[in-house]
């Protein structure tokens, strides 16, 4: 029975890895056991007469979950006293220069204060400093050192950060505090900062603003800046330092105006391909400003009253490039030139649609898009070549209304496609050719879903419409061959009729008192 029980805890022991599996094959140790002290001082290893290549031995036991645990413990116990001694050569290297160190050549005299500052893990600095140096910069040493006697001991015990409070107590001594500074980083500078102001050294202080509002910062250091000026509740004015990182709203321009600017420029502009760009950027702002709305108050962000007017400026612009394009009198603008603008124009209202869906202000733009007619007809007179980018803005109302992004009654949907969806046939084919971005599919599915939104009757003329078009046209035509099932399994096949009478049954059961 004991034999039973040590083998299930050796198995036990084996399956979470603490003895490995050469345990099982270990002859049993004799009578006379040799203490494990002189197996570690044995002056010299047993000869053996194999000879073993170093990267691979396959009589070495694999290594335990107990060992590997063991290893990982004394490299943790390590870095403490590494990071110790780091700190160490640091300190010694900063008062190897220090005034104090040197009272001749500074013509101080020997110091009269006998300062130590103590770390959290014990590491202690003892300094001897001067009275007159400390209280004249330092009013919290100021307050200390009335209150003793000639021969002052000052001792600062759990400090966080000892480097940086020795850095400090030097600082005091200089006379160009700036030069002193130079080419430090941030984070060394917020750690002055941070013990000046524990201090109540205000010259520290006002020499580390001015660093931090001076030097350049990376986007961590950006954050640290910015969430421990906060804390630190300081006199001292922070707008010089923190004015590239927020704005009063009543002494700039309201976001709404400048994001307007922005999105007007962009609409504007000539080089395609900086356009581009800059659409791009724009969009991904806009969208990481919706994404993260922790900072909603001082956030960029544009309205949708904004947005719309930018909308009706770009209809405007296309009816008159469309109206130019279609009219019988000479042109003296270069045809090639107008039908660009058209697409550039047509391109426009594709981004702020976009914005506008990102938003979730794309309700009212869909009946805005219906009631163009008078573009819709320009539209049809326009070769397709040059055209197509105008019913993608109808592909895209369709994709966002199919995915339930835009949430419009059935009359506005309805509407939608009675002026625009014979347009989106037309252009299909060359919509598809002309552009890599274009996902038939996805256009597909988003007017197949809007169609199965409307009313029965509705789905059955639109339907039955695209079924002799598709017929002749194939690919030039969207398959939308789901929705045409759908639409004949609803009227064929299951019709929801309205019951005549309730199958709702109450009982009602009389409960003796």
């Given at each position: 029975?004991?034999?039973?029980?040590?083998s299930k805890q050796v198995s036990t022991m084996l399956k979470q890895g603490?003895?490995?599996?050469?345990?099982?094959?270990?002859?049993?140790?004799?009578?006379?056991?040799?203490?494990?002290?002189?197996?570690?001082?044995?002056?010299?290893?047993?000869?053996?007469?194999?000879?073993?290549?170093?990267?691979?031995?396959?009589?070495?036991?694999?290594?335990?979950?107990?060992?590997?645990?063991?290893?990982?413990?004394?490299r943790d116990s390590k870095q403490p006293h590494e990071t110790r001694r780091?700190?160490?050569?640091?300190?010694?290297?900063?008062?190897?220069?220090?005034?104090?160190?040197?009272?001749?050549?500074?013509?101080?005299?020997?110091?009269?204060?006998?300062?130590?500052?103590?770390?959290?893990?014990?590491?202690?600095?003892?300094?001897?400093?001067?009275?007159?140096?400390?209280?004249?910069?330092?009013?919290?040493?100021?307050?200390?050192?009335?209150?003793?006697?000639?021969?002052?001991?000052?001792?600062?015990?759990?400090?966080?950060?000892?480097?940086?409070?020795?850095?400090?107590?030097?600082?005091?001594?200089?006379?160009?505090?700036?030069?002193?500074?130079?080419?430090?980083?941030?984070?060394?500078?917020?750690?002055?900062?941070?013990?000046?102001?524990?201090?109540?050294?205000?010259?520290?202080?006002?020499?580390?603003?001015?660093?931090?509002?001076?030097?350049?910062?990376?986007?961590?250091?950006?954050?640290?800046?910015?969430?421990?000026?906060?804390?630190?509740?300081?006199?001292?004015?922070?707008?010089?330092?923190?004015?590239?990182?927020?704005?009063?709203?009543?002494?700039?321009?309201?976001?709404?105006?400048?994001?307007?600017?922005?999105?007007?420029?962009?609409?504007?502009?000539?080089?395609?391909?900086?356009?581009?760009?800059?659409?791009?950027?724009?969009?991904?702002?806009?969208?990481?400003?919706?994404?993260?709305?922790?900072?909603?108050?001082?956030?960029?962000?544009?309205?949708?009253?904004?947005?719309?007017?930018?909308?009706?400026?770009?209809?405007?612009?296309?009816?008159?490039?469309?109206?130019?394009?279609?009219?019988?009198?000479?042109?003296?603008?270069?045809?090639?030139?107008?039908?660009?603008?058209?697409?550039?124009?047509?391109?426009?209202?594709?981004?702020?649609?976009?914005?506008?869906?990102?938003?979730?202000?794309?309700?009212?733009?869909?009946?805005?898009?219906?009631?163009?007619?008078?573009?819709?007809?320009?539209?049809?007179?326009?070769?397709?070549?040059?055209?197509?980018?105008?019913?993608?803005?109808?592909?895209?109302?369709?994709?966002?209304?199919?995915?339930?992004?835009?949430?419009?009654?059935?009359?506005?949907?309805?509407?939608?496609?009675?002026?625009?969806?014979?347009?989106?046939?037309?252009?299909?084919?060359?919509?598809?050719?002309?552009?890599?971005?274009?996902?038939?599919?996805?256009?597909?599915?988003?007017?197949?879903?809007?169609?199965?939104?409307?009313?029965?009757?509705?789905?059955?003329?639109?339907?039955?419409?695209?079924?002799?078009?598709?017929?002749?046209?194939?690919?030039?035509?969207?398959?939308?061959?789901?929705?045409?099932?759908?639409?004949?399994?609803?009227?064929?096949?299951?019709?929801?009729?309205?019951?005549?009478?309730?199958?709702?049954?109450?009982?009602?059961?009389?409960?003796?008192?």
């Open positions: 029975m004991a034999s039973e029980t040590k603490f003895i490995s599996d050469s345990y099982l094959y270990t002859s049993p140790p004799s009578k006379t056991q040799i203490p494990l002290s002189k197996i570690h001082h044995s002056s010299s290893p047993p000869q053996s007469p194999f000879r073993v290549s170093p990267t691979h031995n396959p009589t070495r036991p694999s290594t335990t979950l107990f060992e590997m645990m063991s290893e990982e413990q004394a780091g700190v160490q050569e640091r300190v010694a290297k900063v008062l190897e220069h220090a005034p104090f160190k040197n009272p001749g050549a500074w013509g101080l005299g020997y110091g009269d204060v006998k300062l130590s500052v103590t770390a959290r893990d014990g590491f202690k600095v003892s300094m001897d400093v001067h009275r007159s140096v400390l209280s004249s910069k330092s009013r919290f040493f100021e307050e200390k050192l009335m209150r003793s006697g000639a021969a002052a001991v000052v001792e600062i015990c759990d400090c966080d950060d000892v480097e940086v409070y020795v850095e400090t107590v030097v600082l005091m001594y200089c006379e160009d505090l700036k030069r002193r500074l130079n080419g430090a980083n941030v984070s060394k500078i917020m750690g002055v900062l941070k013990v000046s102001a524990a201090i109540l050294f205000d010259a520290g202080v006002t020499s580390c603003l001015e660093y931090l509002e001076a030097v350049p910062w990376s986007a961590e250091e950006e954050e640290m800046v910015v969430s421990e000026l906060g804390q630190l509740q300081l006199n001292n004015p922070l707008t010089h330092v923190l004015q590239r990182v927020s704005t009063e709203q009543t002494t700039s321009l309201r976001t709404d105006d400048i994001s307007s600017i922005l999105l007007s420029g962009v609409l504007q502009g000539k080089d395609d391909k900086a356009r581009r760009e800059m659409k791009s950027l724009l969009s991904r702002l806009l969208k990481d400003d919706i994404s993260n709305p922790s900072n909603h108050k001082n956030r960029l962000d544009i309205s949708k009253d904004a947005l719309y007017t930018l909308c009706h400026t770009c209809l405007s612009s296309l009816i008159l490039c469309l109206s130019e394009a279609t009219s019988d009198v000479d042109v003296k603008q270069d045809r090639g030139v107008l039908m660009g603008d058209i697409a550039r124009e047509a391109d426009n209202v594709q981004w702020i649609v976009d914005i506008l869906i990102d938003k979730k202000m794309g309700d009212e733009f869909v009946k805005l898009w219906a009631d163009q007619k008078e573009l819709a007809i320009l539209h049809s007179k326009i070769p397709i070549i040059y055209r197509h980018e105008i019913s993608r803005i109808t592909a895209q109302l369709c994709i966002a209304i199919g995915r339930g992004h835009i949430l419009v009654p059935k009359d506005a949907r309805y509407s939608l496609l009675s002026t625009w969806l014979e347009a989106l046939y037309d252009d299909f084919g060359w919509m598809r050719r002309a552009s890599r971005s274009i996902d038939k599919k996805l256009i597909e599915d988003g007017l197949s879903q809007t169609i199965l939104t409307l009313a029965l009757p509705q789905q059955q003329t639109i339907l039955l419409n695209w079924f002799d078009r598709f017929l002749n046209k194939g690919d030039d035509c969207p398959n939308i061959q789901r929705a045409f099932e759908v639409w004949w399994r609803r009227t064929f096949i299951r019709q929801y009729a309205p019951e005549s009478e309730s199958r709702l049954q109450i009982t009602v059961c009389d409960y003796p008192n």
